[in-house]
């Protein structure tokens, strides 16, 4: 099958499809007993703006779904995250604002700081896995195995490790949710998790193990989820990267086409 033909509305969709999954994992640990990570979701007209108190990380503290409409909010959005001594970090998606809004971010000495790929598919069948490779969905006494694969090809301590089981563990069986175990000669590997909603799957994450790296473990979870998205009556597959980060080429590989590039702004 061919990528959609990015349109205005696909557009809307991929952006909203990342609402989603980031409003839904971000509710489910606030909803933890006591909200231990300071978990805020705040809406700004069209905008959501996301806050954790105890992860400083911009994917944490970000704000999605901007528009044109959202200009008179910018100073409310920016004085949420300084209260809160956190550095905001906008997020702005082509067709979405135009040069008046840019032009009212630069007034208020925002920057364009950094590219992010969002892109797409159609779902379809998993092409045979490389010799070695295995993937199993995740049972649920298996986060902290998840969690060290997490910190570890992420490059986060050991000592965080703890905190990522628990805040994965609280998606285990919500509606959506799906997570993956890969291995490569019955050795754990690689993990990755995907979000359904509204038949749009979401690819929200992935790592894999440094010594376990260039075994084409990325690619085949890549396959999996998105022929897991076809059985699942899924229209659209969409994922999120670095621009020509490893993960871009390994998406281009498995068929994904650029839906969009957006831009994060932060303060000066």
């Known amino acids: 099958m061919n990528s959609p033909i990015p349109s205005t509305e696909l557009i809307k969709e991929i952006e909203y499809s990342e ?19 300071g978990i805020e979701i705040r809406r700004f007209g069209n905008a959501v ?31 949420f995250y300084k209260s809160r001594a956190r550095n905001v970090h906008l997020e702005v998606v082509p067709s979405r604002v135009d040069k008046t809004f840019l032009k009212r971010m630069a007034e208020l000495d925002l920057y364009s700081s950094g590219f992010h790929c969002s892109l797409i598919t159609e779902p379809k069948t998993a092409t045979n896995a490389s010799d070695g490779i295995r993937i199993q969905e995740l049972n649920e006494d298996q986060f902290d195995l998840y969690a060290t694969i997490h910190c570890r090809g992420t490059g986060l301590s050991d000592d965080g490790i703890p905190h990522v089981a628990r805040n994965n563990k609280v998606l285990y069986g919500r509606p959506g949710w799906k997570f993956y175990l890969a291995f ?12 359904i909603r509204n038949r749009t799957a979401s690819l929200t994450f992935a790592a894999t193990l440094p010594e376990f790296r260039n075994q084409g473990l990325h690619r085949q979870l890549l396959n999996r989820r998105i022929a897991d998205a076809l059985h699942n009556d899924c229209k659209l597959v969409v994922a999120q990267c670095s621009f020509l980060s490893p993960s871009h080429r390994n998406m281009e590989h498995a068929g994904m086409k650029l839906g969009y590039l957006r831009t994060s702004w932060t303060e000066k």
């Open 19 to 37: 609402i989603a999954y980031m409003t839904d994992r971000m509710t489910a640990i606030q909803n933890r007993p006591g909200n231990p990570e």
């Open 49 to 79: 703006a996301f806050y954790s108190k105890t992860m400083p990380w911009s994917s944490f503290n970000t704000v999605k779904g901007l528009t044109n409409q959202d200009a008179d909010r910018l100073e409310e959005i920016l004085d």
């Open 184 to 195: 490569l000669n019955d050795s754990p590997a690689a993990v990755g998790v995907m979000h």
